[in-house]
């Protein structure tokens, strides 16, 4: 079974609920900064900004900047600064950001972290914004502007460099992912890497194979336990050399709330029934569930379509509640549901159809994601685990298994004979199964070529 877990937080971004949670958009951006740092030295890089300043800049009455390591994966931040601001709202400002730095163990460094690298293409970004801003840039000239590289001075190793990537946030019984992707070997490449997560367990994965399918340098791992924790990951490099980098992880309680879909197999041509069912005592006043089911594996596959709204069965938790439901974009279905008042329980949410094609081959396999909002009569959001499982094409039905079990045996014979005597009714599908010579009557005729079949014999 395939999993896929989301995590919804009730925490916002934005503290001023009286203002927009914005970012100032600077309009033109220029670094300056010692291009070679000596061991042990404390260097400044200056940041000389102008922009124009929106609401939340007004409210907070100062912007926020930090220096990052430009990376093809994730930014390394390296310093933080502020500067006071004062105008209105889309004024133009000019601002002045100084950013220390140092060189520790051969890597450029600041007080948020390292760059994991004997260089570091620096670049700024304003929060609450994750884009980053280069060196020379000018909106109005209409210059995109680059990193500004800076190196230590000292004479480095040939490497690897372990970059373990950005902190961790998990819950209790759910994974996180680490991602070493940023790490890198110079004139040679990354061969091994190996984690201790810090709670006793450990990881590891290279060329010769990966425990997660694939030698990718990410690495999952579920934290049973709630609590702060810190990983330790070593690269090894095709020359032999090896480095290794810390990375804190902080995993909160485990949710309130347990959502899932489980897996199904389904003939072609057939009805894929999907449950989205509540595991765990949820209390809902409003209800976002978002189901996607659009791509197969492998790719390529003619792909499932949302069969109609009014197949869509509700369960007892939401009776009542007034309903929406959006099926029209193709590989997507959104219910949302609101009630007058929260209503706590577990148990079925819903039940989506979705109609399996009849070209699908048997063992393709139709992932299903799934998004879940829940809020309570206050409005509060509560923390969701979800689990999402699959669709698979079955092979279609022998001749013969009327129990569907997949083999025709004894047992298929003695269902077929009490549907011949009128002591038993057969569903459709298990009725067609058992009328082996297809004249639309299951009769002793059929029975017998049951018992046939069941020993390898041709009907």
């Given at each position: 079974m395939g999993f896929r877990y989301t995590y919804l937080f009730a925490a916002g971004f934005c503290l001023l609920v009286?203002?927009?949670?914005?970012?100032?958009?600077?309009?033109?951006?220029?670094?300056?900064?010692?291009?070679?740092?000596?061991?042990?030295?404390?260097?400044?890089v200056v940041a000389e900004v102008t922009g124009r300043l929106d609401a939340s800049d007004v409210s907070l009455g100062q912007i926020h900047a930090e220096l990052v390591d430009r990376d093809p994966f994730w930014d390394d931040p390296l310093s933080a600064a502020s500067v006071s601001v004062v105008g209105a709202a889309g004024s133009a400002v000019s601002l002045r950001f100084e950013f220390k730095l140092w060189s520790e163990y051969g890597r450029i460094a600041g007080q948020l972290g390292s760059s994991y690298q004997p260089s570091a293409?620096?670049?700024?970004?304003?929060?609450?914004?994750?884009?980053?801003?280069?060196?020379?840039?000018?909106?109005?000239?209409?210059?995109?502007?680059?990193?500004l590289v800076v190196s230590t001075a000292q004479q480095v190793g040939p490497g690897p460099f372990a970059d373990p990537g950005p902190p961790l946030l998990g819950i209790a019984?759910?994974?996180?992912?680490?991602?070493?992707?940023?790490?890198?070997?110079?004139?040679?490449?990354?061969?091994?890497?190996?984690?201790?997560?810090?709670?006793?367990?450990?990881y590891s994965e290279s060329l010769v194979g990966a425990p997660d399918g694939s030698f990718d340098l990410q690495a999952p791992h579920i934290y049973q336990k709630p609590g702060e924790y810190t990983a330790r990951i070593i690269v090894v490099?095709?020359?032999?050399g090896f480095d290794y980098a810390f990375l804190p992880v902080r995993v909160q309680a485990g949710p309130e709330a347990r959502i899932s879909v489980p897996s199904v197999e389904v003939r072609p041509g057939k009805a894929a029934v999907l449950d989205?069912?509540?595991?765990?005592?949820?209390?809902?006043?409003?209800l976002n569930i978002t189901l996607t089911f659009d791509h197969s594996l492998p790719p390529g596959a003619p792909l499932m379509r949302f069969i109609s709204t009014s197949e869509v069965?509700?369960?007892?938790?939401?009776?009542?509640?007034?309903?929406?439901?959006?099926?029209?974009?193709?590989?997507?279905?959104?219910?949302?549901?609101?009630m007058a008042t929260a209503r706590r329980g577990s148990g079925l949410l819903a039940r989506i159809p979705l109609a399996v094609p009849t070209q699908a081959a048997p063992g393709i396999v139709y992932p299903i994601g799934l998004e879940v909002s829940i809020?309570?009569?206050?409005?509060?959001?509560?923390?969701?685990?979800v689990e999402a499982g699959r669709v698979v094409v079955r092979e279609a039905r022998r001749r013969g298994d009327v129990n569907d079990d997949g083999v025709v045996t004894v047992e298929d014979a003695r269902l077929a004979l009490g549907a011949a005597a009128?002591?038993?009714?057969?569903?459709?599908?298990?009725?067609?199964?058992?009328?082996?010579?297809?004249?639309?009557?299951?009769?002793?005729?059929?029975?017998?070529?049951?018992?046939?079949?069941?020993?390898g014999l041709s009907a």
């Amino acid at each position: 079974m395939g999993f896929r877990y989301t995590y919804l937080f009730a925490a916002g971004f934005c503290l001023l609920v009286a203002s927009a949670c914005g970012a100032f958009t600077p309009t033109k951006v220029r670094l300056v900064s010692p291009k070679a740092i000596p061991d042990g030295v404390t260097v400044s890089v200056v940041a000389e900004v102008t922009g124009r300043l929106d609401a939340s800049d007004v409210s907070l009455g100062q912007i926020h900047a930090e220096l990052v390591d430009r990376d093809p994966f994730w930014d390394d931040p390296l310093s933080a600064a502020s500067v006071s601001v004062v105008g209105a709202a889309g004024s133009a400002v000019s601002l002045r950001f100084e950013f220390k730095l140092w060189s520790e163990y051969g890597r450029i460094a600041g007080q948020l972290g390292s760059s994991y690298q004997p260089s570091a293409e620096l670049a700024v970004r304003f929060r609450p914004s994750t884009k980053a801003w280069g060196d020379a840039f000018d909106a109005e000239a209409g210059v995109p502007g680059a990193p500004l590289v800076v190196s230590t001075a000292q004479q480095v190793g040939p490497g690897p460099f372990a970059d373990p990537g950005p902190p961790l946030l998990g819950i209790a019984g759910g994974p996180v992912v680490l991602d070493a992707r940023d790490s890198t070997a110079p004139n040679a490449s990354i061969t091994g890497l190996l984690v201790d997560w810090g709670d006793g367990l450990f990881y590891s994965e290279s060329l010769v194979g990966a425990p997660d399918g694939s030698f990718d340098l990410q690495a999952p791992h579920i934290y049973q336990k709630p609590g702060e924790y810190t990983a330790r990951i070593i690269v090894v490099s095709s020359k032999g050399g090896f480095d290794y980098a810390f990375l804190p992880v902080r995993v909160q309680a485990g949710p309130e709330a347990r959502i899932s879909v489980p897996s199904v197999e389904v003939r072609p041509g057939k009805a894929a029934v999907l449950d989205v069912i509540a595991d765990t005592d949820v209390n809902v006043a409003a209800l976002n569930i978002t189901l996607t089911f659009d791509h197969s594996l492998p790719p390529g596959a003619p792909l499932m379509r949302f069969i109609s709204t009014s197949e869509v069965k509700i369960g007892s938790l939401l009776q009542g509640a007034l309903l929406a439901i959006n099926g029209d974009e193709p590989g997507r279905v959104v219910i949302s549901a609101v009630m007058a008042t929260a209503r706590r329980g577990s148990g079925l949410l819903a039940r989506i159809p979705l109609a399996v094609p009849t070209q699908a081959a048997p063992g393709i396999v139709y992932p299903i994601g799934l998004e879940v909002s829940i809020a309570d009569d206050t409005g509060r959001k509560q923390p969701v685990l979800v689990e999402a499982g699959r669709v698979v094409v079955r092979e279609a039905r022998r001749r013969g298994d009327v129990n569907d079990d997949g083999v025709v045996t004894v047992e298929d014979a003695r269902l077929a004979l009490g549907a011949a005597a009128k002591k038993i009714t057969l569903s459709p599908e298990d009725f067609a199964a058992a009328d082996v010579d297809g004249n639309g009557v299951v009769s002793v005729a059929d029975v017998v070529a049951i018992l046939r079949l069941s020993v390898g014999l041709s009907a």
